[in-house]
């Protein structure tokens, strides 16, 4: 049996049936049943219904109606990056920031872990879409699945159903992704081997992408990373490498839209890596009287020029798949708000009455909390009660502050692109790209302290290209070529590029910046150089703003503190050239001569004497 050899992205006669596909799986996988999705509200009542019986699923008391908690293996509790390949007939069009595996191999791989990986469970098959069913920026795809928490929260987080299925049916191209969480029920005598768990899950696991042919193999995993395969695998990954064959982008971002005091709109974008803060961007309450923030997406764009040359992005998500630990009504209360119910926690801690907590929602915990592995917990035991990558997950419809055009199937032009990092030191609040081909730079070269939404170390500063280093499905010298090029190819229209950074610390550890509402006053900023009403100051970093330029009224912020904010330190930026420079040596010739002239560049900028 081959099981990537065709490619069902491909428009014309090679998209191949659906039903033969699923035949195929099932007939690898061999799970006792095989159940379609139609995507109804009966479906999840089912699902839901059988989760709560197989003790998945922990319905909660009111208020939070319709929600549940779930606690995952203590050893499946976020995307597993070094288990996470890339499948390319040569290596270097993975690159060497991704797994690489030769294709051959890695289906023979495959075959043998999901060869009866489902015997005795539910093969269920869900048709979706990404964006818009029939979208001009949309994309379709089916996942199978044995997992009843991967099924429901496809079921929120894309469009599931009858709809995305007769378009598959009719013939359209489709991203055939298969999942398994490696957890066979009987044997291959069909006598029962084990009793089935509340979150099952393998030891062993692989996630695998096939770019060239256009396939997503996800094994042994239930968390949303690994196994909501319409998100980060194919929305990411599969799609990146989509958009540069067919000249789009798939992009980590949010996507907002802004309303100045004087009604003037703007649709801004911004990449943050995982945990740097895009679902709290996206879902800002501005604390600049006047300033109205809507959110279209939190996580995943994809953007294409369209006939005007404009760039338009729609966000292929239907539902948010958010961090919990420092979600509360003071940091961020349209996300609190919208949790008020059919929200699925996971890894939260629960509360003495079954409700579920997460450090930061109140500022003391309360007492007899039970933490996420399911043991008491106590301030004292000196570990955190939720997960520090506990999610909730929830449909985009209940976000309050929901922008009217979020599902527009043709999209909202971009206006801004910001690109954020976690970093301690360096980089200032804001800097505006000089040009297109700095911002590229900026982007390329941002760099992050890493967060629990990947496994390892917690804090280590790495370089995150475009805050895509996990999910770039090419080489990511390749992806910086893409960008000049969809660049020169917008022109005039292209979006203002800037680099932003909410997690600058001062000498004893704390943050210099509010964050949160409060970066509505670098939005304003962003937005009066969007109008030319305002001067910058030309950095190693790019165009800062001059500090009466920023708008800090009514906020507990030292003038030193502020001045500090906005430095760029030509020293500091001397050893960031050289930690670019070890980027760049990865990619060898690879590296698009643009960006190569712009680390020159910074390299005299900031061993020279420029600055104000
Ligand atoms: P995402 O994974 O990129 O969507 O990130 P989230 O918006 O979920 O935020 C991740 C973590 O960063 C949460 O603990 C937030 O409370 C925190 N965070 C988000 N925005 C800010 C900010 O502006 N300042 C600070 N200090 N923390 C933030
Ligand atoms: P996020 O990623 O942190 O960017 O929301 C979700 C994930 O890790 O799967
Ligand atoms: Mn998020």
Same mark, same amino acid.
């Given at each position: 049996?081959?099981?990537?050899?065709?490619?069902?992205?491909?428009?014309?006669?090679?998209?191949?049936?659906?039903?033969?596909?699923?035949?195929?799986?099932?007939?690898?996988?061999?799970?006792?049943?095989?159940?379609?999705?139609?995507?109804?509200?009966?479906?999840?009542?089912?699902?839901?219904?059988?989760?709560?019986?197989?003790?998945?699923?922990?319905?909660?008391?009111?208020?939070?109606?319709?929600?549940?908690?779930?606690?995952?293996?203590?050893?499946?509790?976020?995307?597993?990056?070094?288990?996470?390949?890339?499948?390319? %007939?040569?290596?270097?069009?993975?690159?060497?920031?991704?797994?690489?595996?030769?294709?051959?191999?890695?289906?023979?791989? *495959?075959?043998?872990?999901?060869?009866?990986?489902?015997?005795?469970?539910?093969?269920?098959?869900?048709?979706?879409?990404?964006?818009?069913?029939?979208?001009?920026?949309?994309?379709?795809?089916?996942?199978?699945?044995?997992?009843?928490?991967?099924?429901?929260?496809?079921?929120?987080?894309?469009?599931?159903?009858?709809?995305?299925?007769?378009?598959?049916?009719?013939?359209?191209?489709?991203?055939?992704?298969?999942?398994?969480?490696?957890?066979?029920?009987?044997?291959?005598?069909?006598?029962?081997?084990?009793?089935?768990?509340?979150?099952?899950?393998?030891? %062993?696991? +692989?996630?695998?992408?096939?770019?060239?042919?256009?396939?997503?193999?996800?094994?042994?995993?239930?968390?949303?990373?690994?196994?909501?395969?319409?998100?980060?695998?194919?929305?990411?990954?599969?799609?990146?490498?989509?958009?540069?064959?067919?000249?789009?982008?798939?992009?980590?971002?949010?996507?907002?839209?802004?309303?100045?005091?004087?009604?003037?709109?703007?649709?801004?974008?911004?990449?943050?890596?995982?945990?740097?803060?895009?679902?709290?961007?996206?879902?800002?309450?501005?604390?600049?009287?006047?300033?109205?923030?809507?959110?279209?997406?939190?996580?995943?764009?994809?953007?294409?020029?369209?006939?005007?040359?404009?760039?338009?992005?729609? !966000?292929?998500?239907?539902?948010?798949?958010?961090?919990?630990?420092?979600?509360?009504?003071?940091? !961020?209360?349209?996300?609190?708000?919208?949790?008020?119910?059919?929200?699925?926690?996971?890894?939260?801690?629960?509360?003495?009455?079954?409700?579920?907590?997460?450090?930061?929602?109140?500022?003391?915990?309360?007492?007899?909390?039970?933490?996420?592995?399911?043991?008491?917990?106590?301030?004292?035991?000196?570990?955190?009660?939720?997960?520090?990558?506990?999610?909730?997950?929830?449909?985009?419809?209940?976000?309050?502050?929901?922008?009217?055009?979020?599902?527009?199937?043709?999209?909202?032009?971009?206006?801004?692109?910001?690109?954020?990092?976690?970093?301690?030191?360096?980089?200032?609040?804001?800097?505006?790209?000089?040009?297109?081909?700095?911002?590229?730079?900026?982007?390329?070269?941002?760099?992050?302290?890493?967060?629990?939404?990947?496994?390892?170390?917690?804090?280590?500063?790495?370089?995150?290209?475009?805050?895509?280093?996990?999910?770039?499905? &090419?080489?990511?010298?390749?992806?910086?070529?893409?960008?000049?090029?969809?660049?020169?190819?917008?022109?005039?229209?292209?979006?203002?590029?800037?680099?932003?950074?909410?997690?600058?610390?001062?000498?004893?550890?704390?943050?210099?910046?509010?964050?949160?509402?409060?970066?509505?006053?670098?939005?304003?900023?962003?937005?009066?150089?969007?109008?030319?009403?305002?001067?910058?100051?030309?950095?190693?970093?790019?165009?800062?703003?001059?500090?009466?330029?920023?708008?800090?009224?009514?906020?507990?912020?030292?003038?030193?503190?502020?001045?500090?904010? +906005?430095?760029?330190?030509?020293?500091? &930026?001397?050893?960031?050239?050289?930690?670019?420079?070890?980027?760049?040596? +990865?990619?060898?010739?690879?590296?698009?001569?643009?960006?190569?002239?712009? *680390?020159?560049?910074?390299?005299?900028?900031?061993?020279?004497?420029?600055?104000?």
């Amino acid at each position: 049996m081959t099981l990537i050899d065709d490619n069902p992205t491909t428009t014309g006669s090679e998209v191949p049936d659906v039903h033969a596909w699923v035949a195929r799986i099932a007939e690898l996988t061999k799970p006792a049943r095989v159940v379609w999705c139609d995507g109804s509200g009966a479906e999840r009542h089912r699902l839901i219904a059988m989760g709560v019986r197989k003790g998945t699923l922990e319905p909660l008391p009111e208020p939070h109606y319709g929600s549940y908690l779930v606690r995952s293996a203590p050893d499946d509790v976020a995307r597993v990056e070094d288990r996470t390949v890339i499948a390319t %007939t040569d290596p270097d069009d993975a690159g060497p920031t991704n797994n690489w595996r030769d294709p051959v191999d890695l289906e023979a791989e *495959l075959v043998e872990l999901f060869d009866g990986s489902m015997r005795g469970r539910t093969m269920w098959v869900v048709p979706f879409s990404m964006g818009p069913v029939g979208g001009p920026i949309s994309q379709l795809g089916v996942q199978v699945t044995d997992s009843l928490y991967a099924v429901l929260s496809m079921g929120t987080m894309t469009r599931v159903g009858t709809a995305a299925r007769e378009l598959i049916e009719a013939g359209a191209p489709w991203v055939p992704a298969v999942h398994s969480v490696g957890y066979p029920l009987e044997d291959e005598f069909g006598q029962p081997v084990r009793e089935d768990v509340a979150w099952p899950s393998n030891e %062993t696991k +692989l996630i695998a992408h096939f770019p060239e042919s256009r396939q997503i193999w996800s094994f042994g995993s239930g968390y949303g990373g690994n196994a909501l395969l319409g998100k980060k695998c194919f929305a990411l990954r599969i799609a990146s490498a989509m958009g540069r064959e067919e000249g789009w982008l798939a992009e980590h971002m949010l996507l907002v839209r802004v309303t100045s005091p004087e009604g003037r709109q703007y649709h801004v974008a911004g990449a943050f890596p995982s945990a740097c803060g895009k679902t709290n961007f996206a879902m800002m309450t501005p604390s600049l009287p006047g300033w109205k923030v809507e959110t279209l997406g939190d996580d995943i764009v994809w953007m294409r020029r369209d006939e005007q040359g404009r760039l338009r992005a729609i !966000n292929p998500e239907a539902g948010f798949f958010g961090v919990a630990p420092g979600t509360s009504e003071a940091t !961020n209360p349209a996300a609190h708000q919208m949790l008020w119910g059919n929200t699925i926690f996971t890894n939260c801690a629960q509360t003495a009455d079954g409700d579920v907590w997460w450090e930061g929602l109140t500022p003391t915990p309360p007492l007899g909390l039970v933490d996420w592995t399911g043991q008491p917990w106590s301030p004292e035991s000196g570990r955190p009660a939720a997960h520090p990558n506990a999610r909730f997950t929830v449909a985009a419809e209940q976000c309050p502050t929901l922008a009217d055009s979020w599902d527009d199937p043709e999209g909202v032009v971009v206006d801004a692109i910001l690109f954020g990092g976690r970093r301690a030191t360096t980089v200032p609040l804001v800097a505006q790209a000089r040009d297109w081909a700095h911002g590229v730079f900026l982007g390329a070269t941002m760099a992050s302290e890493k967060t629990a939404a990947a496994e390892g170390v917690v804090g280590e500063v790495r370089r995150d290209p475009f805050a895509m280093l996990p999910f770039t499905g &090419y080489n990511a010298a390749d992806h910086w070529s893409h960008w000049l090029e969809q660049g020169e190819l917008l022109g005039e229209n292209a979006p203002a590029l800037f680099s932003v950074n909410w997690f600058r610390k001062d000498a004893d550890g704390g943050f210099l910046w509010p964050g949160f509402g409060e970066n509505s006053r670098v939005l304003e900023w962003v937005v009066a150089r969007l109008e030319g009403r305002v001067d910058a100051v030309d950095t190693p970093a790019g165009l800062v703003p001059r500090t009466e330029d920023l708008d800090v009224a009514g906020i507990d912020l030292a003038r030193e503190a502020l001045e500090e904010l +906005l430095t760029a330190d030509p020293a500091d &930026y001397a050893r960031e050239a050289d930690g670019v420079a070890e980027l760049f040596a +990865l990619f060898g010739d690879r590296v698009p001569a643009p960006l190569l002239a712009q *680390l020159e560049e910074l390299r005299q900028r900031s061993g020279g004497a420029l600055g104000a």
